[in-house]
């Protein structure tokens, strides 16, 4: 007799359609689950669902949870939503992403990886060892891997790696068994009020990982560096270029496609030894730190060398993680999903670095007006590596609130603390006209953002 989780239960998500929401309905709905979903328009995402034999409703209405008996809701999901309001009524068991991943996830050991910045190419790279094993991880992710093109994916071992979202505090929900730590930045100030209150859930998180488990922090970040000398346990290795860490970089090269770099590692009494000549298809430091951080784990979970060489030189990579989408006029158009001053800098610097005799074009709109506000500043100054910045209008992210400056002088402090020369666009037609008119010889072009800005690059060949 084959035995169903929660034969009776039918769990509702509402916001299906974001890429967290979407990757844990996947992996339930093929645990045995029944579930379904709701979100205002359609995606990619969703029709992954739907191929996938999951009910999908397009626009938030009562009716669509009239079967329901449990409400999952996305961080994006407001207090007016009229199937939040709906499921209240009835008192059905309401949960946040976070919450019923934390549920899922106790179900296996686990591999998580948390941080401001860097989360699902780490996430992903371990996701590349593992799979290059015997070791099957059911996979939960914050992108689609182009391996398999989802976000999500049911393994068959009782293992899962599995990237958690900071934004809501929801990532204590979950019960690491080894924990990544990226970095900690000044983001979702509109939940956590001060960086004292961030890094000290973060310390909280790092505490609840079992003894027999490992927390894996990124010590080149001056807040994780930080946060090491308020730990009680220490209960932990160190990764990145700094020289007292415990996996330390050396002798980092990159190139176009490929990132090359050597790992010493000085673990507590064992003898230091060393892995050469670790290939990934991967271009930025930020990147390096982040293959670092998945070998970190492979060998304490002692996967052989040869295997994590594997893993890592056979990547497929995650979409919108500077992927080329086309070329115009001998111009390369690259797509990325950097929204945050700190994401926008490394992906700069690292593009610099390999493109070292070209112009780079960056077509920047920014995510969250909430954002913008609180980090105007470092906006202002990240841009220093590229030599043209095109400031696309903001993409507001279901946010009611007003810009507390003006934004053509905002365009201005970009040219002048970057340096940079900077054009104003007003939509996707504007961005089109300019493209056709001024892009041309010796350039690469990079779009960034977390908003539209992805579809409109994609939309480009077919107007320009």
């Known amino acids: 007799m084959k035995i169903k989780l929660a034969k009776s239960e039918v769990i509702h998500f509402v916001g299906i359609g974001g890429i967290g929401m979407s990757g844990l309905a996947l992996v339930m709905r093929r645990m045995g689950f029944k579930v379904q979903g709701s979100d205002i328009n359609s995606n990619k995402n969703i029709e992954r669902l739907k191929k996938n034999g999951i009910k999908v409703f397009i626009g938030h209405k009562k009716k669509n949870i009239y079967s329901s008996t449990i409400l999952v809701i996305s961080s994006a999901v407001k207090k007016n939503n009229i199937e939040f309001i709906s499921a209240q009524k009835k008192n059905l068991p309401i949960y946040k992403r976070g919450d019923m991943l934390g549920h899922i996830t106790s179900l296996t050991k686990n591999i998580v990886v948390v941080g401001s910045h860097g989360k699902t190419t780490t996430t992903s790279l371990v996701a590349s060892i593992l799979s290059s094993t015997n070791l099957d991880p059911t996979i939960?992710?914050?992108?689609?891997?182009?391996?398999?093109?989802?976000?999500?994916?049911?393994g068959k071992s009782n293992w899962s790696i599995v990237e958690l979202d900071e934004s809501d505090g929801s990532f204590l929900k979950v019960q690491p068994?080894?924990?990544i730590i990226t970095n900690i930045d000044r983001e979702h100030m509109d939940y956590y009020k001060s960086m004292d209150k961030l890094l000290s859930l973060f310390g909280e998180y790092i505490d609840r990982v079992p003894s027999f488990g490992k927390s894996f922090i990124c010590i080149d970040d001056k807040n994780n560096s930080k946060l090491i000398k308020s730990l009680k346990i220490k209960n932990y290795n160190s990764y990145g270029i700094h020289k007292s860490s415990n996996f330390r970089i050396s002798r980092p090269i990159q190139t176009r496609k490929w990132s090359t770099f050597d790992l010493i590692i000085d673990l507590p009494g064992k003898k230091t030894f060393s892995i050469n000549n670790i290939k990934v298809p991967l271009i930025g430091l930020h990147n390096i730190r982040n293959a670092t951080a998945s070998v970190a784990v492979a060998v304490s979970l002692g996967i052989p060398i040869n295997k994590i060489k594997d893993g890592l030189k056979?990547?497929?990579?995650?979409?919108?993680?500077f992927n080329k989408i086309f070329d115009y006029k001998g111009v390369s158009f690259f797509d990325d999903y950097a929204h945050h001053p700190t994401e926008i800098r490394e992906v700069l610097s690292g593009v610099k670095?390999?493109?070292?005799?070209?112009k780079i074009v960056c077509i920047f709109q920014p995510h969250r007006i909430s954002r913008l506000n609180d980090l105007k500043s470092e906006f202002a100054k990240c841009f220093n590596q590229a030599d043209e910045v095109i400031l696309c209008p903001i993409f507001t992210a279901g946010e009611n609130i007003k810009l507390k400056f003006d934004y053509e002088s905002f365009a201005k402090e970009i040219s002048h603390q970057s340096k940079v020369q900077i054009y104003l666009v007003q939509d996707k037609n504007n961005l089109a006209k300019f493209i056709k008119q001024n892009i041309y010889g010796n350039k690469i072009v990079i779009g960034m953002g977390a908003g539209s800005i992805s579809n409109w690059l994609k939309e480009l060949p077919e107007v320009i």
């Open 140 to 154: 939960i992710n914050g992108g689609v891997l182009k391996s398999f093109n989802n976000s999500a994916r049911l």
């Open 314 to 321: 056979t990547f497929k990579g995650v979409q919108r993680r």
């Open 177 to 179: 068994t080894y924990s």
């Open 353 to 358: 670095t390999a493109y070292s005799s070209e």
